[in-house]
């Protein structure tokens, strides 16, 4: 079955620096997504795009955030100064127009920042 | 307030023993209750989508059920294969999924 793909399966990296997850969706997909969860607390929607753009983001997604879908493979999140709070699971996900409110999720990039 | 609530947080059942996790929700435009299962170290893997009322679906051991405050997982006959954490999400409006806290399960051999 084909599945969604991120990378890398664990980040480190040093606060302030930038750091860039990346993710392939499943090829026939359409809509892409960013879901975040914090060790110990719930999974937490960031951003939605469709169409090569934002369609919507939450409160978390500030300007540290940013979404690129650099090729017609790969949907990449980038935060430009990370903090020590970025630390999380971040997951990726994606859906195709039609398949209703099926999403499919990757395993991961777990941030750490230290 | 939260719009989500999953109980219990934790659920411990012995192989064979049937039982039922509930999500309880207090949105006001319901478009879509779902369950996803997520294994340590994995993403939610998708269950089940719910949209009305009386709405009921059935997948193996699993049952979901959707009234107009919560709905319900249950889960007859567990093996240990059933072990996760079970989570449920709301969509309001928009793209974005809402997530509860999760029940995770435990069944014992």
């Known amino acids: 079955e084909p599945e969604v793909t991120q990378t890398p399966s664990h980040q480190v990296t040093q606060m302030g620096q930038e750091v860039i997850l990346r993710c392939v969706p499943i090829?026939?997909?359409?809509?892409f997504y960013w879901y975040r969860q914090i060790l110990g607390q719930k999974v937490e929607f960031l951003v939605s795009f469709y169409n090569n753009e934002i369609s919507e983001k939450s409160e978390i997604f500030d300007d540290q955030f940013s979404v690129e879908r650099p090729d017609g493979s790969n949907f990449t999140l980038k935060i430009r100064s990370t903090k020590l709070e970025d630390s999380a699971m971040y997951f990726c996900?994606?859906?195709?127009?039609?398949?209703?409110?099926?999403?499919?999720f990757g395993s991961g990039t777990q941030l750490s920042v230290l | 307030e939260d719009q989500v609530t999953q109980s219990p947080e934790a659920l411990r059942l012995q192989e064979g023993e049937s039982s039922s996790l509930n999500c309880s929700y207090t949105?006001?435009?319901?478009?879509?209750l779902f369950w996803y299962r997520q294994d340590p170290g994995k993403g939610p893997e998708f269950l089940f989508t719910l949209y009305s009322a009386g709405e009921e679906k059935e997948k193996e051991r699993l049952k979901a059920t959707l009234t107009k405050k919560e709905s319900f997982l249950h889960i007859t006959a567990p093996k240990p294969e059933d072990s996760a954490t079970y989570l449920c999400a709301v969509r309001e409006a928009g793209n974005m999924l809402t997530f509860g806290g999760g029940t995770r399960l435990m069944v014992k051999p």
């Open positions: 090829s026939n997909h359409l809509y």
């Open positions: 996900a994606s859906r195709t127009a039609t398949g209703g409110e099926k999403l499919f």
């Open positions: 949105v006001s435009g319901l478009r879509g």
